[in-house]
């Protein structure tokens, strides 16, 4: 049997330059590319022209009504919605709809979670139940909230607006689109919250109690900071999500008494006024809107945005 | 440490809270689509008069079976598509290194964060062009687009959770990328699969935006869009009834798929958001 | 069966990070060879480009005379061991271990067969039907095995095969993995951190340190005869003791005392062209309880007296632990190996001698204790290179 002994050599340098990639190796990369491709190619068809498209359509005066009329105008159309108090009344009503819902399901969708973590009887009828807000078309919750509302069909008017007609006032119709909007999704909300909950070691809420932490202490003081990317990426999905409300609009009240969303404003130009060139710039603002919004939760929060660990990667 | 009945008794009451909030508007829209139009508006939650006419009526006429077909053909058709894709591209994500992986995945975020609202003008303009206006296809390729971010997060984190070893095991075992994708990792993901098409389906299932701004007839309107013109049709004198029976129609289906399903939904939408 | 060779092999990854670097390895057609290090010193790897899974960025491999950089996993006929098992959980026990024999289109009776036979070996026959979720951590680690052995490849490739099982079933693992290569005489790559692993069970030891091969050898060789202070500190439970010491015309002056050093060690060291300041080793087995040590052979070491800060009464032996006052000899070789025991700072400062005395010694805690030590068994390194001056191979 051969006894050898290496000296270690502090350094060495590469040999030949870069290696050629092993026959795997290739075949992973091409096999890569192979499978993203299709994928790739339909998201860009149907995204990435269009945004392209819908700036270009920004940029000029466009209405099928007066085709003719139709020609480059830069930056105008900005000029004609910024300037519109409709579109600023939209916009602050989006803004409203979307801090306050989001608020409110943020509670709830944490006591949500607690109860679907913790509860001890009844685990999973719980759970399912749950998902049914979350599993509903909204445009059907959005009927049913709709005629609980009207007075007479509904016993909600009945029960609690006396003779007035709530869906016709502007306050009463922004609390119940919050309501409808909140029912919908804080069983999304939960359910992202409970993933969280899941990650909090429970040793660590037992350690906590032999420090002499209550309940409420354990929950500010350890599960919350534990959670806090699961809460921030909630967070970041529902507001996103919330400022697109469109659906339960549509059918509560059609926009009418300044209850309109800039989704609702885009649409109206777009479908009903065939405005193409507003509706296009409708469109760019409220995407750079979208845009901006993200950017504070991922640069200012320090939001993880899903999908980008690579940690299971090998 | 035993658990006592008081505990127990509190919880049960607390999850008769979440049972009731959950269920409330549903019951609401089912009790209405049972009420006789004589009983309609008297505002009372439970029907005092039963009747299944409002079912008769919306399967009696095009303007509920036509939509109904439409939903579940081109959310059907959007879901296996995206399906596929997406289990092609989540695949590649989760286990192989490729140039552009990191381009691809910030791209599908940003396509899942996006206000659908803001491709409706310009898809209007282009499928008018291209003649998709008003067809299944006009919807099925937005559906896709945005289920396909769905789908790869869904699936690659499910993918992701396979031992990678695996994989490692079966090419030392003789097998060629395609032989351990086949007969080790689709078995195994098979699971995932699946929930991310009942997670995608909802998602066609439920869209409105899409259904409301690029289709104009019965051609190719979904339920939800249809619904909302079933209001002031000459067909129905007060749709509230038929609005209801047709909410609960579609409706059906969701809450079978919660059902038989939930632990799966919870699993597949909890997946992708957190790190495990 | 076969010989494989790593030619100046290298693993650079694309940030420029060295994680094999000229490795030089022949493995004889039938040999058990070792590779061991800490965690992070290249062994997987380097087990990982013998069975394709990386990529070699330089350098040759070579399976039975013929290059093999560029081959896949599949075509190189070599089979796998996982630290995780990596079982199939959706096939049957029988299935896990057919999978290898179908993918190569073994007909159904040779599958049958052969699958068969494993299951005999490996004691497995009463469990082929059952799912690898429902067996213990041994009866997997078996069925893993027997996914390997069924198609009887040119080599086995094994990484870390039973540090997933507990302390004793890793001793009954090990004594059968031993056997059954030894019954099928295929060459055998056998990756682990831990020393006893590789003391009992390879032909040979690779000792890997930063992804550079430290030492190859035979267990005892290794053991008797470390090239450098990371060897001599890695073989060996409990390891070796190194105290810090200035050598003198054959006198090294320590914190054990002051030795005298056999002429066999004088030799070496001088031959070694050793520099004045030096690390002196000693092994905890070539102390003893100096009472215990009769007067004929006491002349041929030295002797030192501390009071025993902790005593380990194993049954058949005793490890007596003591605190020299100096700090004890500190290098980057020491710190890698002290970080990988997870005893990067123990506290209470000063620095621990391990001694292991027979179990006849009286010694007690706390009290007084005359300690002998062989003088002719001292080795010594260089503390920059680390380098064995009293090295003899």
Same mark, same amino acid.
């Given at each position: ?7 270690? %050599? ?68 900005? !000029? ?20 306050? @819902? ?26 399912? !139940? ?156 409220? /995407? ?27 | ?122 898809? /209007? ?23 396909? %971010? ?7 984190? /499910? ?17 060629? %990328? ?49 619904? @909302? ?22 409706? !059906? ?24 | ?36 290090? %800490? ?211 054959? !006198? ?142």
């Amino acid at each position: 049997m051969s006894q050898t002994v290496t000296e270690a %050599p502090a350094t060495t340098e590469p040999r030949g330059g870069k290696a050629a990639l092993s026959e795997g190796k290739k075949a992973e990369r091409r096999l890569g590319l192979l499978l993203c491709a299709p994928a790739a190619i339909v998201m860009l068809a149907v995204t990435g022209y269009p945004i392209a498209y819908s700036i270009w359509l920004s940029l000029q005066r466009y209405d099928l009504r007066f085709p003719a009329e139709r020609q480059f105008v830069g930056l105008d159309n900005y !000029v004609a919605v910024l300037s519109n108090s409709y579109w600023w009344t939209a916009f602050g009503t989006t803004m409203f709809l979307t801090v306050v @819902s989001v608020a409110i399901e943020l509670v709830l969708g944490m006591a949500l979670a607690l109860i679907m973590h913790r509860t001890l009887v009844g685990r999973g009828l719980v759970r399912t !139940v749950t998902l049914v807000p979350y599993g509903i078309v909204t445009v059907v919750a959005a009927f049913s909230w709709f005629y609980a509302w009207t007075p007479e069909t509904g016993y909600l008017a009945n029960a609690l607006a006396g003779d007035g007609a709530p869906l016709t006032e502007q306050w009463p119709s922004l609390w119940i689109i919050i309501l409808a909007e909140v029912w919908k999704t804080t069983p999304f909300m939960a359910l992202l919250l409970m993933a969280g909950l899941a990650l909090v070691p429970d040793d660590l809420l037992k350690a906590a109690s032999m420090d002499g932490a209550n309940a409420w202490q354990r929950f500010t003081k350890v599960m919350v900071p534990v959670m806090k990317p699961a809460i921030l990426v909630a967070l970041l999905f529902r507001t996103l999500d919330a400022f697109r409300i469109f659906d339960n609009i549509f059918v509560l009240t059609k926009g009418a008494n300044d209850t309109s969303s800039v989704s609702m404003q885009t649409y109206n130009n777009l479908i009903k006024g065939l405005n193409l060139g507003i509706g296009s710039t409708m469109s760019v603002l409220i /995407f750079i809107t979208v845009a901006l919004i993200a950017f504070v939760f991922i640069k200012v929060f320090g939001t993880a945005a899903p999908g980008s660990d690579q940690g299971g990667k090998r | 440490m035993a658990v006592t009945t008081g505990r127990k008794a509190r919880w049960a009451l607390i999850d008769v809270v979440v049972v009731v909030y959950a269920l409330f508007p549903v019951l609401w829209i089912a009790s209405l689509s049972f009420k006789t139009k004589e009983t309609l508006a008297d505002g009372n939650f439970i029907p005092r008069e039963w009747t299944l006419q409002n079912y008769a009526d919306i399967f009696a006429t095009n303007e509920f079976i036509r939509p109904l077909i439409n939903s579940l053909g081109i959310a059907t058709i959007a879901t296996l598509i995206a399906v596929v894709l997406g289990m092609m591209a989540a695949y590649a994500i989760a286990r192989l290194d490729f140039p552009g992986k990191k381009a691809l995945i910030g791209v599908s975020l940003l396509i899942a964060m996006f206000p659908q609202i803001s491709l409706v003008t310009p898809l /209007f303009n282009i499928e008018s062009a291209l003649g998709l206006f008003d067809t299944w296809p006009g919807l099925i390729l937005p559906y896709i687009t945005f289920a396909l %971010p769905l789908a790869i997060y869904t699936l690659s984190a /499910f993918f992701r959770e396979i031992p990678w070893e695996l994989e490692k095991a079966a090419k030392m075992d003789g097998a060629t %990328p395609g032989q351990a994708f086949w007969r080790v990792i689709a078995p195994l993901a098979a699971p995932g699969v699946f929930t991310t098409a009942i997670l995608v389906f909802i998602f066609c299932w439920n869209d409105f935006v899409f259904a409301i701004s690029l289709t104009s007839t019965e051609a190719s309107r979904t339920v939800p869009a249809a619904l @909302s013109f079933f209001t002031g049709t000459s067909q129905f004198e007060d749709p509230t009834g038929t609005i209801s029976a047709a909410a609960v129609v579609i409706t !059906v289906p969701i809450v079978l798929f919660v059902l038989f399903f939930q632990r799966r939904i919870v699993a597949g939408l909890t997946s992708g958001a957190v790190k495990g | 069966m076969a010989e494989i060779v790593l030619d100046k092999v290298t693993k650079r990854y694309p940030d420029g990070a060295l994680a094999v670097s000229d490795m030089d390895i022949e493995i004889a057609d039938g040999e058990f060879v070792i590779l061991v290090g %800490p965690s992070g010193c290249g062994k997987s790897t380097a087990l990982n480009m013998i069975a394709g899974l990386e990529d070699i960025s330089s350098g040759e491999l070579r399976i039975d005379g013929q290059r093999a950089n560029e081959k896949a996993p599949k075509d190189r006929d070599i089979a796998m061991v996982f630290q995780s098992y990596a079982l199939y959980p959706h096939m049957s026990v029988r299935e896990n271990m057919a999978f290898p024999l179908r993918l190569a289109k073994v007909d159904d009776a040779t599958v049958k067969q052969k699958v068969e036979e494993a299951a005999e070996i490996l004691d497995l026959t009463q469990h082929l039907d059952r799912r690898p979720s429902n067996l213990s951590g041994g009866q997997r680690q078996r069925v893993a095995m027997g996914r390997a052995i069924v198609r009887s490849p040119k080599a086995f490739l094994m990484d870390e095969p039973l540090s997933n099982l507990d302390a004793k079933l890793r001793g009954q693992m090990r004594t059968s993995v031993s056997k059954l290569q030894k019954q099928l005489g295929t060459t055998t790559v056998y990756v682990t951190h831990d020393q006893t692993e590789a003391m009992t069970l390879g032909d040979r030891v690779v000792v890997l340190r930063g992804g550079i091969v430290q030492q190859i050898g035979s267990p005892q060789f290794l053991y008797d005869h470390p090239a450098n202070l990371f060897v001599a500190g890695f073989i060996g439970s409990p390891s070796m003791n190194f105290v810090p010491a200035t050598l003198e015309e054959g !006198v090294l002056k320590s914190p054990l005392g002051t030795i005298t050093l056999t002429d066999r060690v004088r030799r070496l060291a001088e031959a070694a062209d050793a520099p004045r300041e030096v690390v002196a080793g000693i092994r905890p087995e070539h102390f003893e309880d100096a009472a215990l040590v009769e007067e004929t052979h006491r002349a041929s070491g030295a002797t030192f007296t501390a009071p025993v800060d902790v005593l380990e009464s194993m049954g058949a032996e005793k490890y007596a632990y003591f605190t020299v006052e100096e700090e004890l000899a500190t290098t980057a070789e020491l710190q890698e190996l002290a970080a990988d025991a997870g005893a990067t700072d123990v506290p209470g400062g000063g620095s621990t001698i391990v001694t292991r005395l027979s179990a006849s010694s009286e010694a007690r805690e706390g009290q007084q204790l005359q300690v002998w030590f062989d003088a002719d068994r001292i080795q010594l390194f260089d503390p920059s290179s680390g380098r064995n001056l009293t090295y003899s191979g």
